[in-house]
Structures are given as C-alpha cells and as structure tokens.
C-alpha cells in the first residue's frame, strides 16, 4: 500500500506539556485522515479524524491539522495527562472501487510522567 | 453493546497447524476487516468484506483465507501456520464501505507459531 510515514516513534511529556505527531503520506488521492489511540492489550480506538476539505479540526484538548498540498498532518495534545500515555497510529485511506481500506503509520508511543 | 468480538484472545499454534480466528460484530455493519500488528510495522490489512459473500485480498494476504456467510462473521483462517505468522491480529468493522466511516477495531488475538 501506499506509505503513510509518522514521527516521532517514542515521545515522552510532562503532564501539562504539549505533544505533537506528525505524519506523511504519498498517495494524492487519500481525503480521509483518521488518528487512533491503542491502551496496554486493546485495540485501536479513532479519537479524532479529518476530511480533505478541512484544514484543522479541534476535540476538546485534541486538534488535528491537515496541509493536503504538502500531504502532511499532525496530531496536536495540549495539557497532557498520564491517562494520555499510549502508543497512537495516524492512517490515511488507500481505498479503491472494491473497498475502504486504511494505511498506517508505525505509530508513536507517548508517555506522559506526572 | 459488544462491538467487534474476538476469540481467543491468546494462542500458541506449531508450524503447520491451522486454525480460526474467529470474529463477530453485532452492529449490522457492512464492511468487515482483518488486520495484523507488527512491531515497528504498524497495522496491515489482510482481508476485507464489503458485505455477505464478498471478499478481498488484502496489502498481506498470503497464507490467510476468509469467508463471509453472514454479516455478522468474518473468520480469519490460517491453513498452515508459519512462525512468519506469529503477530497480533484486529478484526474491524465499518457501517458501510464509504470513506471516511469509522471504523471499530475488537481487542485482538495474540498468535504465536512455533
């Protein structure tokens, strides 16, 4: 599938600070940006999500920006708490006219120390 | 609600085994997934179903085959397990195949092949 590259890989905050992930991806024809949480031993969850026709969407302590010209986005976290800690995935969509289907990035694991 | 089940939630296959993942959801959704999580590898799509009867081939299909008799199963079946196989792997739902719905991951299932 096509690349959806993310970074950092590890990324530890103190809780109050800010976190930001970053991701890349290559194919031109993704419109769908989805960011997931995954806990210790559980699945992924979407905690947040964004379409090709909105450049920013906020959630509360999360936002999401999308540059589709530059094929970036990024997760953005702000006052971060210790329930925060978790490793988080971006993806972008690689569908075709058979199905839906994701890419995603490595993910990132984030720990936020008290 | 139950969401996307998975079972088992642990197993340990010998090489060449074969065995079911098993995977339900009772959402009346119609696109159901298969996923496999790698570290360092993110997730990958295996296989998918836009509805009853009707599957896909998946980034890493080979050693995988699936069914969908009804809508509310989608099986993953490993014919002849090889330790390359030994992962995590997600079953997920989406109501339909439309971009951009969300999809809903199970809590997975531990494989690993010795």
């Known amino acids: 599938g096509e690349n959806v590259e993310q970074h950092p890989s590890t990324l530890s905050v103190q809780e109050g600070d800010s976190a930001v992930i970053k991701c890349t991806y290559s194919d031109s024809a993704s419109n769908y940006f989805p960011w997931y949480k995954q806990e210790l031993g559980k699945g992924p969850q979407l905690i947040i999500d964004?379409?090709?026709?909105?450049g920013e969407k906020k959630d509360q302590r999360i936002a999401v920006t999308l540059n589709k010209t530059a094929k970036h986005f990024s997760l953005h976290i702000t006052e971060t708490q210790p329930e925060d800690s978790a490793v988080y995935f971006c993806a972008a969509d690689a569908s075709s006219n058979s199905g839906y289907a994701l890419n995603f990035g490595k993910g990132t694991s984030l720990l936020v120390t008290p | 609600n139950a969401g996307v089940t998975q079972t088992p939630k642990f197993q340990v296959l010998k090489t060449g085994q074969s065995m079911t993942l098993q995977c339900a959801q009772d959402?009346?959704?119609?696109?159901m997934s298969w996923y496999r999580q790698d570290p360092g590898m993110g997730l990958r799509l295996i296989h998918y179903?836009?509805?009853?009867?009707?599957?896909d081939q998946g980034e890493v299909p080979n050693g995988y085959n699936v069914s969908r008799s009804t809508t509310e199963d989608f099986p993953l079946r490993l014919l002849s397990a090889a330790p390359s196989q030994t992962s995590v792997y997600f079953c997920?739902?989406?109501?339909?195949?439309?971009?951009?719905?969300?999809?809903?991951f199970g809590e997975g299932s531990w494989l690993t092949v010795v």
């Open positions: 997920a739902s989406s109501p339909t195949r439309r971009v951009g719905n969300t999809i809903y």
């Open positions: 179903s836009v509805g009853a009867g009707i599957t």
């Open positions: 964004i379409r090709s026709n909105v």
């Open positions: 959402m009346n959704h119609e696109y």
